[in-house]
């Protein structure tokens, strides 16, 4: 069964799968694309809800969806939300289409419609934990889509302050290594922990200075009242500064 799940998810790889568009003939014997690729959509839905290992299946239609995304079918890859048993792995799919955006969604309207929807489901995830890391995952998708505002909206939604803390944390590392320094620099002051957010100072520092900001990554070492933690932030930035700084 695995074998050939394997093999139509590699078939698949080589089809391009449009949106929409529902298969008439199960057995995928026409010459039309269009209908043999959501024939092949059908068949794999069907043989992947007969996996009994829950685990199984639920990794089966979590690289699904990573298959359907790799074709900008958003929409098709959210309506498999709902298949999956596990919440951690459901977490998991709302990551992946998150982080898909970008490259699938170029309307930014249309993306936080599509945040907006990710935002709701992850608010439904029953397990406490669960539902954080997947509203980090969502937040953290904003921030990648170079929307901060919403980003640290979504943050604010996170009830447990270790966990809200670090959503932000990783909104300003992802704004950090795109080049926003202000906007990173806005979202590490919403971090209500004095240690958490030294730390945080330093990961942005950091990635400032892989992208090339020197003077920005300095600027946030400014922030950092640990001795160690700054003087440890300041070598890292001195032994991988670039040949040019693109300020």
């Not at 050939?4 to 057995?27: D, E, G, K, R």
């Not at 447990?160 to 080049?179: D, F, P, W």
Request: with cysteine; charged share 25%; hydrophobic share 45%.
């Amino acid at each position: 069964m695995t074998r050939i799940l394997l093999s139509l998810l590699t078939l698949m790889c080589f089809l391009a799968l449009p949106s929409n568009v529902h298969a008439q003939n199960p057995s995928c014997g026409v010459d039309e694309e269009d209908i043999r690729s959501a024939c092949i959509l059908s068949l794999l839905d069907k043989e992947i809800a007969l996996i009994n290992n829950a685990r199984w299946r639920d990794q089966s239609y979590r690289d699904l969806i990573s298959a359907l995304l790799g074709r900008g079918q958003v929409d098709d890859a959210i309506a498999l939300f709902d298949k999956f048993t596990s919440e951690d792995t459901l977490s998991m799919a709302i990551r992946a289409v998150g982080m898909a955006l970008p490259h699938s969604i170029e309307d930014e309207a249309q993306i936080k419609m599509t945040l907006d929807l990710l935002t709701e489901r992850a608010q439904n995830i029953a397990h406490k934990g669960s539902q954080e890391v997947a509203l980090t995952y969502v937040a953290v998708a904003a921030a990648n889509a170079a929307l901060s505002d919403y980003a640290n909206q979504t943050a604010r939604k996170i009830e447990t302050q270790y966990m809200r803390n670090k959503a932000y944390q990783e909104i300003a590392e992802t704004l950090s290594g795109a080049g926003s320094a202000d906007k990173a620099f806005l979202t590490l002051q919403n971090i209500e922990d004095h240690a958490f957010r030294n730390k945080a100072y330093a990961i942005s520092a950091k990635a400032l200075n892989k992208h090339g900001l020197v003077k920005q990554a300095v600027l946030a070492t400014e922030q950092i009242d640990d001795p160690y933690i700054k003087a440890n932030t300041l070598l890292a930035i001195m032994l991988n500064t670039p040949k040019t700084d693109k300020e």
